[in-house]
T-cell receptor, first 112, second 114 residues
Framework: SQTIHQWPATLVQPVGSPLSLECTVE??????LYWYRQAAGRGLQLLFY??????ISSEVPQNLSASRPQDRQFILSSKKLLLSDSGFYLC???????????FGPGTRLTVT | AQSVAQPEDQVNVAEGNPLTVKCTYS??????LFWYVQYPNRGLQFLLK??????LVKGSYGFEAEFNKSQTSFHLKKPSALVSDSALYFC????????????FGRGTSLIVHP
């Protein structure tokens, strides 16, 4: 199976604290990996995508960063969280072209 | 450039009735079109896709979608709605000559009433 794991499932953090969200993928090699944020249970905002180890593209300027230290590991980080960082964070994998994306279960982040 | 529009924020339908969730798109080349479903506090699940060939695509859970090139639409349909179909539905498009990045619509909330 091609499973995507995300942790933690939920997180409550104070403003100004650091953040680390992890995504790992099983059952496939060299996937394209994506981080999305969904606010208010609605549209998806693409934050980062990666086509390989150490290759990160950012779609939106913000206080978040991403890293891909291993082929099947994708990490979303922040040094100092803002209230506006609250949301539902989704990791996805894909292969581009004609292929659909598969999503992880998500992390609900609340910044207080 | 690629874009996708879901003109309805919410669709209400009675159980047993047919349902349609609308999607229109814009791409420079040929479109690759996708539908996903999201249940509360869950990730998106892939339902179906159109790449080429038959304009009527069948997918999971009895859903189907019809590709209409002249109207640049890819509406999601189901002949008989179930209460359990209530969820958030996303249409996505990728330009065949474009990048790895699909563009998602804003989503349509489907509510099926018993």
């Amino acid at each position: 199976s091609q499973t995507i794991h995300q942790w933690p499932a939920t997180l409550v953090q104070p403003v100004g604290s650091p953040l680390s969200l992890e995504c790992t993928v099983e059952g496939t090699s060299n996937p394209n990996l994506y981080w999305y944020r969904q606010a208010a249970g609605r549209g998806l905002q693409l934050l980062f995508y990666s086509v390989g180890i150490g290759q990160i593209s950012s779609e939106v300027p913000q206080n978040l960063s991403a890293s891909r230290p291993q082929d099947r590991q994708f990490i979303l980080s922040s040094k100092k969280l803002l209230l506006s960082d609250s949301g539902f964070y989704l990791c996805a994998r894909g292969r581009g072209g004609v292929y659909e994306q598969y999503f992880g279960p998500g992390t609900r982040l609340t910044v207080t | 450039a690629q874009s996708v529009a879901q003109p309805e924020d919410q669709v209400n339908v009675a159980e047993g009735n047919p349902l349609t969730v609308k999607c229109t798109y814009s791409v420079s080349g040929n479109p690759y079109l996708f539908w996903y479903v999201q249940y509360p506090n869950r990730g998106l699940q892939f339902l179906l896709k159109y790449i080429t060939g038959d304009n009527l695509v069948k997918g999971s859970y009895g859903f189907e979608a019809e590709f209409n090139k002249s109207q640049t639409s890819f509406h999601l349909k189901k002949p008989s709605a179930l209460v359990s179909d209530s969820a958030l539905y996303f249409c996505a498009v990728r330009d065949s000559g474009g990048s790895y990045i699909p563009t998602f619509g804003r989503g349509t909330s489907l509510i099926v009433h018993p």
